[in-house]
């Protein structure tokens, strides 16, 4: 037996389904003939919306017989061979449904009381359309498409409503304020005057540049991980990526604005939307960022926010 | 009356030989400090290559900043073309070097084998620097500010860029 998590939601609960031995063999055995499909769970995209397929085996007999970790991440974006894991994955998601033979992993009664949706057709549609393997895929955040698409979308659930502004480059680049704000103020839409640093308006800076530290001083200031209330609008949408080294180690922000684009501002430099090859930002995932490799995850400024 | 008048007289010559006097000390010390002014150059320099830290920075000593100054008279102008290679947004841009002749300041920024200056709102004008030569011993001169890997980075960046 083997249980499928489409690992999408950040509320409610993920929907999951069990798919018996004589289903998920076949499938279980493309994915263990080539390395690389089956990736770690902490792996590929770890964002709000779709993160991908969570697998796990229910018996241990049935991992050993296949070789594979007893859990693993499929389409998430993190395996070496994504192209299989998307076929795998299209697989697993179309055992889904009653009629194909899926059935939820706990007592439909529960679920429904705790907001889980019904394994049918259009989520299962959902599923597809946005693994994050799938080439050109993006989430979507945009507040006008999460209001718009009503309470029944699967991309309203799966998404937190924020809110954009238009590009507005001018506001960073004039002489007096261009050297003295940097991507973090950008990203905040905080215009301080002081290269504001993670941390620093709470006394508390990061100790090193690395995803945790830079992350932690930011919810510090008060950035949120998770989808912030409305009562904290404006609730930017923000990304970080680090520089790890060696040499060259630092940190940046993007903030996604009204148009679809993201915008960022390079340390002193003049705020764009463009990325190290010319190109507009439509997802800082994939973006040419220079040595900035790691992307770190997305996260949300929000109205209770301070940098300094 | 006579005597009188003549204290008076006398009072007078003195207040202004004092008003003289202080006058002429005033514009000596203006002088003076005018040329003081003039004697003092320091050269500051950045490295522009962060997004969030703060760049790394540092002055050049007394030496180097007067050989920078002579460099710096000595590199051969250029077309304003030059100056048109966009620095990539993320990572090394180049060098911003302040140079301060007392109260007069001049900025340069040192990139693509270009030195350039902005000295007024519509007048840049840029100058060649063959071989990077000049970015490099720039580089060499903050090697205590800036450690060898990021040093090396810098070093290879630089010569990475068209």
Redesign the interface.
Known sequence: MLKVTADIFSGRPNPEWVVDEAQAAPILREISLSSGVAASLDSGFQGLGNRGLIVEFLDDRFATDNGLPNSFRLAGGGSAQEGLAMEAAEKLVATMTPEAGGHPAAASANLAEAGALPLDKPLQKFILETLPGRQGSVVTLEPSAAEESGPASFAAQAACTIEVGAFNPGFWNDAAHIGKNNCYNYASNRRTDTFAQPGRAMGHMYAAINCAEVTNGAVRDGASLDCAPANQAPRWYMALVIAPGPGFVDYHWYRKSKEGFWGHKPGGTAARNTDNSGAIIFDPRTANRGPYTIFCRFMFAQKKMIVK | MGSELDRLSRRGLGFWAVTLGVAVASLIYAGASIVVAEMLHSVHVEA????????PAWELSEADATRFGAWIKSLAAVSPEAGDSAA??????GLVVTERFGQRLNRLRISHGVVSSELGPSDVRHWSDSGRRLEHWLLESGRETLGE??L??LMQAADWRK
């Open positions: 522009d290559v962060y997004s969030g830290r703060p760049n990539a947004a993320l990572g090394y841009r890997e990021l090396n980075y």
